[in-house]
Nanobody, 120 residues
Framework: QVQLMESGGGLVQAGGSLRLSCAAS????????MVWYLQAPGKQRELVAL???????TYADSVKGRFTISRDSAKNMVFLQMNGLKPEDTAVYYC??????????????WGQGTLVTVSS
């Protein structure tokens, strides 16, 4: 099937930057949308940023102007550049991709999550 591997989380001081990466592997035919979500402690998972196969991006209001989503379609990767981090950005960040497999099955696949902690 299809697997996602996330990396790049960690501990950073407020105002700092991190870059998250997510790599998809497996029986991939094509990838449509690639999405980052976050889940803060005790809260529901929420969308952070989305990028379509055509490169159109969407951001949550809380991260506009600070975060940038991008993708390398040739490598089946998506990135989240996070600048100006705030303590309220502390959360587990999840990658999700919408993929058509080589067997022509449509899947929505989640990564395992990577923890981002922003200290004040």
């Amino acid at each position: 099937q299809v697997q996602l591997m996330e990396s790049g989380g960690g501990l950073v001081q407020a105002g700092g930057s991190l870059r998250l990466s997510c790599a998809a592997s497996g029986s991939i035919g094509s990838i449509n949308a690639m999405v980052w979500y976050l889940q803060a402690p005790g809260k529901q998972r929420e969308l952070v940023a989305l990028i379509t196969s055509g490169g159109t991006t969407t951001y949550a209001d809380s991260v506009k102007g600070r975060f940038t989503i991008s993708r390398d379609s040739a490598k089946n990767m998506v990135f989240l550049q996070m600048n100006g981090l705030k303590p309220e950005d502390t959360a587990v960040y999840y990658c999700k991709v919408a993929v058509w497999t080589r067997a022509n099955r449509y899947l929505e696949v989640w990564g395992q999550g990577t923890l981002v902690t922003v200290s004040s």
